[in-house]
């Protein structure tokens, strides 16, 4: 098969819960475990960083492998979904799987996956954890796909687990309170693995106390022993400068972060906190090293769109925040880049709670509804009705390349456009990989 004949083989053979939803989810160890067997256990073969949350584990996870790399680590990043290319969830020092790896792997064990059919993110972790093996990586930075506990990536025994926000998405599957969420989250805390929480959340703190203290696993609270401070805003750079402080004292000054958004700073304890750990544990990351990775994580991880400046006069900027607490913080990004109009492409899927979301968007915006490619997207027509009953109005453009092309025909070069509402949405901007410019760099 070609690389595009095995993408529909396995899309056919294996449905997707990013393009389908609950249709293509199994909870549960009980796949993986069995894949991973008929490979050797290659989960086995190589250290590991494991990162969960509901919001921020993409960003951290790409955060973490950039400081990695510039320490001179041979360093596996995995992530999910894909924005693009199915290639993009499995990296190696910031170099994409190549197709013809997939190609390869998936003509080995076809009838393996015909015979025991595993859901479509079994078959991506396992290939993942036989590709890192198999190129002896140092370290891996293992992003969990849904929840954390029964979640397929959870087969591995990691250095230290990290644990971002925590906030509603996903509840049918996860649970409908902030502390049954969190359980599942806290399912990543392995005997004795440390254990870093990014932020201290007083609904969900003891959850993770108390499932730290039954695994017996040292605890963090990353955001009491960090704290980030902004040093100059400017909500339309390319990134951010911020000073660090430790234990209350100044650790290091003017250091610029690659990734824009006032959330960023909210993962960035984290991170710090999962790199000390590591350090402890023998790593050598010096502070310099953190410098880099923090700042050229972009370029060394290809991660994209996270609060992404992709057009100016007028202002464009997308970023894959997609429920109530992401959608807030990008909103408060928002309220700080001047602007005399807002116009905002949105689409989302339909298994969401959409009120909490809408009832969040400014009115006074002009709104382009749009549905991205996938059989889990709500209609564009749909999502305009829903969203006038919270006083948002907007024509219904259908494709995000039609929504983007009107909002941009329709907007003042002093305006600002911004696309986001789906993951889905964000992937299919046409101006997504467009190389960094010199600004941006």
């Known amino acids: 098969m070609t690389y595009n004949e095995t993408l529909q083989f396995l899309y056919a053979q294996l449905p997707m ?3 389908v939803g609950a249709a293509g989810f199994k909870n549960g160890l009980e796949g993986i475990q069995r894949l991973a067997e ?3 256990h290659p989960e086995q073969r190589f250290r590991s960083v494991h990162v969960a949350g509901t919001n921020g584990k993409g960003s951290s996870s790409h955060l973490l492998a950039a400081v990695l790399q510039s320490a001179g680590y041979r360093t596996g990043l995995y992530t999910s979904p894909h924005l693009r290319d199915f290639t993009e969830r499995i990296r190696l020092n910031g170099q994409e799987l ?3 790896y997939l190609v390869a792997w998936v003509a080995r064990w076809r009838g393996f996956i015909e015979q025991h059919q595993p859901s479509f993110f079994e078959m991506c972790v396992a290939l993942c954890f036989d590709y890192f093996a198999a190129e002896q990586v140092d370290v891996a930075v293992i992003e969990v796909g849904l929840g954390g506990r029964l979640d397929s990536t959870n087969i591995i025994t990691p250095l230290v687990s990290l644990i971002t926000n925590i906030s509603y998405d996903h509840q049918a599957i996860l649970g409908d309170t902030l502390p049954l969420i969190a359980g599942e989250k806290a399912g990543i805390i392995k005997p004795g693995v440390p254990a870093v929480v990014s932020q ?10 108390d499932v730290a203290a039954r695994q017996h696993a040292p ?11 902004l040093l100059r805003d400017n ?8 000073r660090i402080h430790r234990d209350g004292q100044l650790w290091l000054d003017e250091v610029e972060l690659g990734l824009v958004g006032d959330y960023q700073r909210l993962n960035l304890p984290g991170v710090l906190a999962t790199v000390e750990q590591l350090r402890a544990q023998g790593f050598d990351i010096t502070d310099e090293h953190l410098r880099t990775g923090l700042r050229e994580v ?4 290809g991660l994209r769109g996270r609060w992404q400046i992709i057009g100016q006069a007028p202002l464009t900027v997308c970023d894959t925040g997609h429920n109530e607490a992401g959608i807030r913080l990008v909103l408060q990004q928002l309220a700080r880049v001047p602007r005399k109009r807002l116009h905002v492409v949105l689409g ?6 959409l009120g909490k979301v809408l009832r969040l968007l400014p009115t006074e915006a002009t709104y382009y509804f749009c549905a991205a490619s996938i059989p889990r997207a709500l209609p564009a027509a749909d999502l305009a009705a829903q969203a006038e009953t919270h006083g948002l109005r907007g024509p219904v453009c259908g494709s995000v390349a039609g929504a983007l092309a009107e909002a941009r025909r329709q907007a003042a070069p002093e305006d600002v456009i911004f696309v986001g509402g789906s993951t889905f949405v964000v992937a299919e901007v046409p101006d997504l990989y467009q190389p960094l410019t010199a600004a941006d760099e």
Request: aromatic residues 8%; negative net charge; without cysteine.
């Open 98 to 100: 190549a197709p013809e």
């Open 38 to 40: 008929a490979l050797g």
């Open 219 to 229: 605890l963090t609270f990353a955001d009491a022993r960090y704290q980030v401070e």
């Open 17 to 19: 819960f990013q393009r």
């Open 200 to 209: 201290t959340q007083t609904e969900v703190a003891d959850v993770f106390t």
């Open 348 to 353: 989302m899927v339909a298994d969401k709670d």
């Open 298 to 301: 972009q370029r060394l991880t």
């Open 235 to 242: 909500p339309v750079g390319a990134r951010q400068h911020v």
